[in-house]
Nanobody, 124 residues
Framework: QVQLVESGGGLVQAGGSLRLSCAAS????????MGWFRQAPGKEREFVAA????????YYADSVKGRFTISRDNAKNMVSLQMNSLKPEDTAVYYC?????????????????WGQGTQVTVSS
């Protein structure tokens, strides 16, 4: 069983930056594909970014491409999301997710483990 704990959310003005981190338990973290998703009030959970087990492949939603960067440190069992040039429409609860396969994917249905989420609020 893998447990994921997010941190780093908060309130930021538009144009600002935040860095989200996700700490994972378990000795096989380096074999998991990881991802970030978000859910705004009244909306469905949506894909943000994903990274393969060794970090060789990354994917981004069009809405965040060029502004967000996903990375991982397998030695520390951590995955991060650097968010720059934040916009009010980025406001949401952000979730870290892991899957039992090494590849990256955009579908939330293919992820097996989820964190509790961290709130990101971007003011205009």
């Amino acid at each position: 069983q893998v447990q994921l704990v997010e941190s780093g959310g908060g309130l930021v003005q538009a144009g600002g930056s935040l860095r989200l981190s996700c700490a994972a338990s378990g000795r096989t973290f380096s074999s998991y594909g990881m991802g970030w998703f978000r859910q705004a009030p009244g909306k469905e959970r949506e894909f943000v970014a994903a990274i393969s087990s060794r970090g060789e492949s990354t994917y981004y939603a069009d809405s965040v491409k060029g502004r967000f960067t996903i990375s991982r440190d397998n030695a520390k069992n951590m995955v991060s999301l650097q968010m720059n040039s934040l916009k009010p429409e980025d406001t949401a609860v952000y979730y870290c997710a892991g899957r039992n396969l090494p590849t990256a994917t955009m579908s939330p249905l293919t992820f097996n483990y989820w964190g509790q989420g961290t709130q990101v609020t971007v003011s205009s």
